[in-house]
């Protein structure tokens, strides 16, 4: 009697999970649970189920790789709104059987190899892409990319790409036109990247809110700190310095409000009495500082899912340019730091 040899396929009907899962469990992965794990492990041996290296492999090219591609992680914001995209990619992926690979990567290494020669040597079979400047290397490539390609708070035209962002402009308005509405005249903004496309766009909301209201932007109260804390610190404290009329600062990210809170406080200004203050992404500290800060909640997490879910159905069919960009739900969340209540 031939004995039937059992399949992964097998291992997953009887221990009650996904192909993905059993991949998982046989390579290492850590964010199984042990109770599935020691499930799936037994229903192995009950099945005399043991993949060899070759198993391993072609099991890995049966299921579709996406990769997260995350440009700068070192510098990138470090509050944590870089894990909630990468969190919500690795749902996506785990949920529809797909393998999940993160790689970071810079502006240099992005010169010494292809966006092409990147993801066909590790057999990415689509990307997920952030924090990419508008001049880096990989813009024009993934431009011309043979795998589909979803890029966040960047729109790259191309035959096989996709975006996903908020409406930057409008949040950016309207956040702007809070402190507006509070009687703020002498509004500072404090932006992230200056070679970044969201940034553009974010000015962009700010200058609209400022003409709605009448008012020219002035070049010098808009700065860039690159989404640094210490260096947006700096930058608020020479601003104030050159000029004091200063009563309300848009922050593009929380961590840069929170080095301009830090440096009001030093300088006992009363935060909103004197100068108003708003951030931006609702991190986990901002409605634990005091005064609780006021700022947009993009839902990152939410925007790498549909950026994954994207990726996945442009390796599928191809899509007409209007659905492959795609934007995803926001909230300006007003807190003490603008003279709200405490959310």
């Known amino acids: ?11 997953a009907k009887a221990a009650g999970v996904s192909v993905g899962t059993v991949s998982r469990v046989f390579n290492g992965y850590t964010d199984i649970s042990r109770a599935t ?3 799936v492990l037994k229903v192995a041996k009950e099945l005399g189920y043991t993949p060899n ?7 890995s090219k049966s299921l579709k790789t996406i990769a997260f591609i995350m440009n700068d992680l070192v510098g990138s914001r470090y509050d944590g709104v870089s894990m ?14 797909m393998q999940f690979v993160l790689y970071p990567t810079t502006t240099q290494q992005q010169r010494a190899k292809t966006f092409a020669q990147f993801c066909e040597e590790r057999n990415i079979n689509g990307a997920v892409v952030q924090g990419l400047h508008v001049d880096d290397p990989y813009v024009a490539q993934i431009a011309e990319a043979a795998l589909p ?21 409008a949040a950016e308005k309207a956040v702007t036109q809070l402190l507006l509405n509070r009687g703020r005249r002498h509004l500072l903004m ?7 496309q969201v940034s553009v766009v974010r000015e962009a909301g700010f200058k609209a809110a400022l003409a709605g209201a009448g008012m020219t932007a002035d070049t010098r109260r808009i700065l860039y700190a690159d989404y640094d804390m210490k260096l947006a610190g700096e930058q608020v404290a020479a601003a104030l310095t050159a000029d004091p009329a200063i009563d309300g600062i848009v922050c593009a990210s929380d961590a840069m409000a929170l080095g301009a809170l830090n440096v009001l406080k030093a300088r006992q200004l009363r935060v909103p009495a004197d100068v108003a203050l708003a951030g931006f992404d609702n991190t986990a500290l901002a409605e634990f500082v005091d005064p609780a800060l006021t700022t947009v909640e993009q839902h990152m997490d939410i925007m790498g899912y549909n950026a994954a879910e994207l990726v996945n159905k442009l390796l599928q069919r191809d899509m007409p340019t209007a659905q492959r960009q795609i934007f995803s739900p926001y909230e300006v969340i007003e807190r003490a730091s603008t003279g709200g209540q405490a959310k």
């Not at 031939?2 to 097998?10: L, M, N």
């Not at 390609?149 to 402009?169: C, E, F, H, K, Q």
């Not at 404090?190 to 970044?196: E, F, K, L, T």
């Open 84 to 97: 909630q995209t990468i969190m919500g990619v690795y749902h996506y992926a785990e949920t529809h059987e």
């Open 1 to 11: 009697m031939i004995k039937v040899v059992a399949k992964i396929y097998d291992v």
């Open 149 to 169: 390609v979803v890029t966040i708070d960047l729109a790259i035209p191309g035959p096989r790409t996709g975006a996903v962002s908020i409406d930057n402009t």
């Open 37 to 39: 794990k020691k499930r």
């Open 190 to 196: 404090v932006n992230g990247r200056q070679n970044a």
């Open 53 to 59: 290296v070759a198993a391993r492999t072609l099991s």
